[in-house]
């Protein structure tokens, strides 16, 4: 049976915007050694803005009409710029989606995707050098990049910038002064993820992982350094989560995300994941 004081302790967290689906999560909180975020969307607002785009003068249309299936934050960047430059942006035959790696559509007789590196290897496209020169020039400088292939040519790439929730540095240095390490699991490019992990203060980073190499390092750390928790809002990280010892979904995440959670925050304020920790102990001191 479940101690009454879990019962009302799992209350209380409610109340202060914390919903615990597992009690267990409660019971390993005391151990946690490792603390892994998702980055786009959970250290970040995940909420990109288009910086610039070079390329074939269409780029931004081809995306946008690709872009029109999804609900990724790159996704609504791009179409949020189309709109603003074009108006209408008409809607593609079919849509799919490939996580950690972009979309595919067909419109018009035409294949577009956009996406990172790996799906330009996928679709084994041609890239002009002038086009990957400035593309390499902006994911130096922080930003994500993504290429737009149209058929087997990439026509053109997007630098899209996203910038670190306010309260992420205050919470990095809180868990670290819990002797808890915090680390950065994401699909983007190294570059953007070490200017992002720099600026909060995190000196371990794990980039371009697919969403299984994200769970894999979870399994990785489990061993390794014992209690981990994965924190992330997207369908990307859904097997992470369910990989960790606490899997912590945001609240502004996609539904699957808070499906697999162990524990949900219902906005997504990271100092959340502080007052959960302190909550857990003092549950279980009220059962000792
Ligand atoms: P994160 O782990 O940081 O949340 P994601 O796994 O969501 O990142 O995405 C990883 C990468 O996959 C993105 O940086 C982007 O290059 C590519 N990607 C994913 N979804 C899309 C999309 N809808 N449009 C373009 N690129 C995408
Ligand atoms: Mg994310």
Redesign the pocket.
Known sequence: ATPISVVAGTNNALKHGILIRESRAIELSPGIKVVAF?????LTR?RFEVISVFGDEKTLYYAAIAEGGSEHPIAKAILERAREVYGEVPSAESYDSVPGMGVITQWNGLTIGVGNEKLIKGFEARINPEIENKANDSVGEGFTVVYVIVNNEVSGAIALGDSPRPEAPMVISELRRMNIIPMMLTGDNTEAAKVVAKKLGIDYVYSGLMPDEKAEVIKELRDKFGITVMV???V??AVALKAADIGIAMGAGTDIAKSVGDVVLLDSDLTKILSFIKLSRKILSNIR
């Open positions: 998702d980055k786009t969307g959970t995940g992330g809002d997207g990307n990280d």
